[in-house]
Structure formats: C-alpha cells, structure tokens
C-alpha cells in the first residue's frame, strides 16, 4: 500500500495561474519531506524540501507548506510557467531508513498559454 | 560531467528471458538505488545498495536481481519471474547527507516485454 498519498492525479493551469499539489502521511516518523520534478523520458530531479520543524519553505516560485498535526504537506508553484509542465512527486522518508523515500504517485501539470 | 548512466534506452525482452540494466555513476557516491516507475503508482524500491559488496531489498524484490561489486556500478537484472517487467526503470544515487541533495537519478531505462 502506498505510504504517501498524493493528489489531485493531474491538473491543468493558465500561465500565471497557482498550482497547488497535496499529498499526505500516515507513518509519523517521517521527518524528511522533499518533492521531485520529472520531465517526459528524463529522471525525475530534486526540486525542494522540508522538515517537520518548520512549517513552510520557499524557493523562488516554488513553496512547500507542512501541517505536522494534519501530516500533509503541499507544493504551490506561483505564476506558473508552461516550462513548469511536468509530472512532480512528493516523497518522504524516516531518518533511520538511510535513503529510501517513499514515493507519492505523482501528478500531471500542465501549463496552459 | 558528473552523474548518472542508465543504459539501453529502450530494452525489449521476450517471454521467459533474463535482462540486465547497466547503471553507471561517476559521482562517488555511496548510495545507489532501483526504483520501478508504472503509470499512476509513483515509484517503488526495488533495491538498495549503502556500500560494495552489499545490497538490500525493497519493497518489491521479487523477481529482481542486483550485484554491487564496484563503487560505480549497480547493474539490475530481471529474471523471467517477475510476472509483469513493462516498466519504466530508474537508477539513483546519494551521498551519505543525502537529505541535504537528494538522490540523483539517471534517464531511466523503459523495458518492454514482447
């Protein structure tokens, strides 16, 4: 069964327009939370990430906002860009598993014109 | 450049075949990692490796074999037991702090079984 669930499964958004991405958590002792981009036939590449000793992270238009008593954290890209079409994963992980994320199952963006 | 090469491309294998996916990195890193990429499900661990000469399952080993016998290179065979290989494989690796970078994954490999 999948650890971290992820939605909405796709989603479509204007040029300029806010994509928002959820995913959420049931294992409490996870305590590493980072997102990953994937372009068509490409691996998917580390974009941001979080602990759960804050609750929001920015890096240029990309935000992850974390909610550690409703264990479900959240990607906002503003003013999207039709170059920021692609699939993005959460993932999250425990300190003591070295390594090994847990995958949500992605979502499809798509940035419109 | 430094990173990760995944290779071949595309690999077709017929029914009741053994394949092997070459994974190569030149990052010195110790970490290296398959993971299974199927429409709608994410991507799941097939296999890890913390050092040579030692590897651990994930959480869908069956099927699937590994051998990490130099730093730089943790090959992924698929036996004909697994019953259902059509898949998009990706290889990765990490630094002991990869929290701080994360993984770095290859271009993956799709195989299909025809």
């Known amino acids: 069964q999948q650890q971290v669930k992820q939605s909405p499964q796709s989603l479509i958004v204007q040029k300029g327009g806010i994509s928002i991405i959820n995913c959420a958590y049931e294992n409490t002792a996870f305590d ?36 550690k008593s409703a264990k479900q954290f959240s990607l906002h890209i503003m003013d999207s860009q039709p170059g920021d079409s692609a699939t993005y994963f959460c993932a999250a992980s425990k300190s003591d598993s070295w390594g090994k ?13 | 450049d430094g990173g990760i090469t995944q290779s071949p491309k595309y690999l077709f294998r017929k029914e009741g075949q053994n394949v092997t996916l070459s994974c190569e990195q030149n990052l010195n890193h110790d970490a290296m ?82």
């Open chain 1, 32 to 67: 590493y939370f980072p997102w990953y981009q994937q372009f068509p036939g490409k691996g998917p590449a580390l974009l941001i990430a979080i602990r759960p000793d804050v609750s929001e992270k920015k890096e240029g238009r990309f935000t992850i906002s974390f909610n």
């Open chain 1, 101 to 113: 994320l847990q995958f949500g199952a992605g979502t499809q963006v798509v940035v419109t014109p």
């Open chain 2, 33 to 114: 990692y398959w993971y299974r990429q199927d429409p709608g499900q994410g991507l799941r661990l097939i296999y890890y490796s913390q050092i040579v000469n030692d590897f651990q399952k994930g959480d869908i080993a069956e099927g699937y074999s590994v051998s990490r016998e130099k730093k730089e290179s943790f090959p992924l065979t698929v036996t004909s037991a697994q019953k259902n290989p059509t898949a998009f494989y990706l290889c990765a690796s990490s630094i002991e702090s990869w929290e701080n970078y994360g993984y770095t994954f290859g271009s993956g490999t799709r195989l299909t079984v025809v």
